[in-house]
């Protein structure tokens, strides 16, 4: 966390230091403030759902169904997870730290967050009405395994 600060804060100095030569840093600030009250509620409900599931469901559970003893389960229920989380990465990556980064296996976190990456269920109805039956199958046949075969790799790799 300490790294992503630093490399972030200097990202932030010198892009303000590029844009102030330009005379844009005014706007910049503009943009960053209007983002960020965009996003706020969205942390704000993320870091509640955090809090809540952490006191909710035991670590121990969590650890069954998706760290190292879990086995080939993890890959199967970790990407299953993933796609059924619903938010961009103000939403998701919050949560996941939070809550699976210390009991989730390396596979089972690769495969979670390729799928959260690659399926959205809150699209199917509309893939349904534009795309059709038949393209959302194949689709989600090949989404729903590629995730849990790239977490079987990084549990080989790195597990």
């Known amino acids: ?17 590029l844009a102030y030569r330009q005379k844009k840093h005014v706007e910049g600030l503009k943009e960053a403030k209007k983002l960020f009250l ?8 993320a870091f509640v759902i955090v809090g809540f599931i952490n006191l909710l469901i035991p670590r121990e559970l969590l650890q069954g169904w998706l760290g190292p003893e879990a086995g080939w389960k993890g890959l199967v229920i970790g990407p299953a997870v993933g796609a059924l989380v619903q938010g961009g990465p103000f939403a998701f990556l919050p949560l996941f730290d939070a809550v699976f980064r210390d009991t989730a296996s390396v596979g089972t976190a690769v495969a979670m967050i390729s799928a959260w990456g690659m399926i959205n269920v809150g699209h199917l109805p509309y893939e349904f009405t534009f795309l059709g039956p038949r393209f959302v199958a194949l689709k989600y046949c090949m989404y729903i395994t590629i995730p849990s075969l790239a977490g079987l790799i990084a549990n080989l790799l790195f597990g």
Do not use: G, H
Request: glycine share 0%.
């Open 1 to 17: 966390m300490i790294n992503a600060y630093i490399i972030l804060s200097l990202m932030t100095a010198i892009l303000l230091i």
């Open 38 to 45: 965009n996003v706020l509620p969205m942390l704000i409900c």
